[in-house]
């Protein structure tokens, strides 16, 4: 029992240890969101400016019995087909927005364009009360958007709809959104960018060359005809003859020498004879000697 109860004591102390670190670094991360101007949303990681529209512990709780699905999953969760058991909601930037446009009924819409500021987009169609409530909202509110339904349709990318006003939630203004600062013409761009990245769009950030292509396409070179120009000498490949010496060839270290570096079977024969040329004439001067 009593060692039962130091394990218990034990795993008290950890406890402990680990929620008074987790209290610190909230207050730390609280702390430098403060300084900084921005507050990190939980779910989506989106930044936003300070003060945000909603507090983190209030939309923790809105969030608690529902499914949060990222943006850039959508598209494979969230099909006509689907059959979802359980409610789901997805937090994203309004990136753009069209113009007021009629439906064949004669009532007015909108739509929306959401993305994550990276490569992600979806568009959002505001129907009835939704839009009544919700077309002046700025561009650059992060919104919360709850079971919207996808529009059945064989294109792709698919796009939702909402009718009801209490299915989109403003969490509060992106810290990263802008508007792109390059110019079309005489009218400023009507491009978003992520500030985190800089503040020009893709479309005018490609370097100028780009812009030339058209014109580089349009000239037509000329083929060099035969006899033109500098051509490559050919070269012709000859068998490479691998020289394999019996075992008894070699009587001395410089025949195997010389035959190794020559790698050839007639000037072996040639070093052969004057090895033996030489030899003959050694021995000749060792027997005159002896003599």
Known sequence: MEEYNAKVEILRKQTKEIVEKLDEEKKLREKHEKNSGRVLENFSKLWIKSPPAISSEELDKLLAQRR???INRIQEYITPDAKLEQDWVTIAVLSSKSEVRKSKIGTNYMIFT??????TEIKLFIFSDAYENWWKEPCGTILGILNASPLSSTNQPLSYKVEKAAKLLNIGIAADYGRCAGVDGISR?????NLKHGNICGKHSRPKIMTLRPELASIKFKKP??????QAPEVKKLPRHVYQPTPNEFTSLDRYLATRNKLSKEYSKNVEIEIRENSESKNNGESDVNK
Request: a negative charge; glycine letters at 16%; charged letters at 30%.
């Open 68 to 70: 949060f699905i990222n």
């Open 114 to 119: 959401l993305s994550n500021l990276e490569e």
């Open 189 to 193: 761009c009507e491009g978003y960018v």
């Open 225 to 230: 005809e035969k006899g033109q120009g500098k």
